[in-house]
């Protein structure tokens, strides 16, 4: 009897213990689908992320592309603006330089305005003192003369300087012409060249028709003496006949 409730006992403890670890088993499968969904959220996630980051980065090659772009113009816009700077820079040099040569012209002007005026007075005075100034008189036609002979030389200079200055210009006007003449000469070995190259063209056209030609009799010699020799191979007697009824071969 004893022994009997002992095997129900251990039967029932046995029992409570599989029942324990079916619930633990449920338990740890339902741990296990609540961790599966948890990773397949995370995985969505994961990819959520990567396709964003995916646009992201092609939003960054592209904002890196217009950047160099940007960079790229922002470069020629200084080439330019540089090369602006550089030519106010020139003709402010030459405007300076034109402004000194005005000053200077200026200062002459006045210089020669005064000069006259002194002399005006100088004459005006001599004429009013003409019989008690004749030796003062006689050095202010000195000094005259020599203001003449400078006004000559001047003039000399100024005479030679047009003479260099034609003379350029013709020598311009030469080199233009000379050019002219070059160019034309260019244009007409141009179409020298051109015309050779058009009857180049049509010789090698024809080269090309008479090596089809030879072609074609070549091929048809090929025939000719190949019947030739069938013929002349042949024991009975054969003729060969043209389109227009001739008798063109006939075999020994």
């Keep these: ?17 599989l029942i324990f670890q079916n619930q633990e088993k449920k338990k740890r499968a339902a741990e ?3 961790a599966n969904k948890e990773l397949a959220f ?3 996630e994961k990819e959520k992320r990567a396709a964003e980051l995916i646009i992201a980065n092609e939003e960054l090659i592209f904002q890196n592309k217009e950047k160099e772009k940007r960079a790229a113009e ?6 330019e603006l540089l090369f602006q700077n550089e030519e106010k820079e020139k003709r402010a040099a030459e405007l300076h330089i034109a402004n000194e040569e005005l000053i200077f012209q200026n200062e002459e002007k006045e210089k020669r305005a005064w000069e006259l005026n002194v002399a005006n007075k100088e004459l005006a005075f001599q004429n009013k003192e003409k019989e008690k100034r004749a030796a003062e008189l006689n050095i202010a036609n000195k000094e005259l003369a020599f203001q003449n002979k400078e ?3 001047r003039a000399t200079e100024l005479y030679i300087a047009n003479e260099k200055l034609i003379f ?13 003449i070059a160019n034309k000469e260019l244009a007409y070995q141009k179409d020298e060249k051109e015309k050779r190259a058009v ?3 049509i010789a090698n056209e024809e080269l090309a028709f008479q090596n089809e030609e030879k072609e074609k009799r070549a091929a048809e010699l090929i025939v000719a003496n190949y019947a030739r020799s069938l013929i002349e191979a042949s024991l009975d007697p054969l003729v060969t006949i043209s389109a227009d ?3 063109t071969d006939v075999n020994a």
Excluded: F, P, V
């Design 151 to 153: 006004k000559e030389k």
């Design 74 to 79: 922002l470069l020629i816009a200084n080439k």
């Design 168 to 180: 350029q210009n013709e020598e311009k006007e030469k080199r233009a012409s000379e050019l002219d």
């Design 42 to 44: 995370q995985n969505e």
């Design 32 to 34: 296990l689908i609540i």
């Design 1 to 17: 009897m004893d022994g009997k409730l002992k095997e129900t006992d251990e039967s029932a403890l046995i029992s409570n213990e």
């Design 245 to 247: 009824g001739k008798i």
């Design 199 to 201: 009857e180049l063209g």
